[in-house]
């Protein structure tokens, strides 16, 4: 299926990610690197079928939080905090006559279901030598790797590093009773490293409003992590879940 159209993207890091340029199956995205901040266009087969802007938009939506989620889980983090993916949908056009037909009310259109159903099983390009378009194109059969995408392509913010790690283990645990234990292990990590983590996104005394909780009146914990530790942390683990469930490295 041709593409039909093409977005333009708001590269917001103040750092240029040399992954930005995906020529995909599912998602092609073209950056121009000389350009500060980078010229980025975004385009997707999996919407062609689709004729309504608003519903077009949408979809878009997802597919570029899914491409900022397989970035966010591949990045390098540092104090800066400036090498996550965050880009964001600016204007929409029809490609071959580039008419702009960006909705009035893009900021009020949720996210809704990525993928074409006619695409979905296409699997042909699939190859694990580019994780990036490896892991998109699972995850249109696997939902624990769309719903772990979607959701480290929201951010490596607190309670969004929670929010992961709750689908980390719970996904594990429907796997095998070990499979999440295994994965902790491959990552380096212990309980001990958890309930640090845990710990400390739970507590109202230590982050304030940004705490998965408000005042529980709970005294500090003995260890506690920062939030470079904790991304380091889940983005390991999510790792580790990748490789040991699905062979991707």
Not at 25 to 36: G, K, L
Not at 136 to 143: A, G, P, Q, V, Y
Not at 201 to 226: C, D, F, S, W
């Amino acid at each position: 299926m041709e593409n039909k159209y093409i977005f333009t993207v708001f590269y917001q890091n103040n750092k240029f990610l040399s992954h930005s340029n995906l020529y995909g199956h599912d998602i092609c995205i073209v950056c121009e690197e000389d350009d500060r901040p980078p010229n980025c266009l975004f385009t997707s087969p999996h919407l062609s079928s689709l004729i309504n802007p608003e519903e077009i938009w949408a979809r878009a939506l997802t597919l570029m939080s899914l491409y900022n989620g397989v970035a966010n889980l591949y990045c390098t983090i540092n104090d800066d905090y400036d090498d996550t993916s965050n880009q964001k949908l600016v204007k929409m056009f029809i490609w071959d006559k580039f008419i702009d037909i960006t909705p009035q009310n893009k900021f009020d259109i949720a996210q809704s279901y990525p993928f074409d159903d006619e695409l979905v099983l296409d699997t042909k390009f699939l190859s694990v030598k580019n994780r990036f378009a490896y892991l998109i194109n699972l995850s249109k059969t696997e939902n624990d790797i769309l719903h772990i995408l979607l959701q480290l392509g929201n951010g490596l913010e607190w309670i969004n590093l929670y929010s992961i790690f709750d689908s980390l283990r719970t996904y594990s645990k429907k796997i095998n009773k070990n499979h999440f234990k295994n994965i902790l292990a491959d990552s380096g990590y212990s309980e001990t490293d958890i309930h640090a983590f845990t710990g400390t996104v739970n507590n109202y005394g230590i982050l304030g409003v940004k705490a998965r909780h408000g005042e529980l009146g709970i005294g500090m914990p003995q260890k506690t992590l920062n939030l470079k530790e904790s991304q380091i942390l889940i983005l390991s683990i999510c790792k580790s879940y990748m490789k040991l469930t699905y062979s991707v490295e």
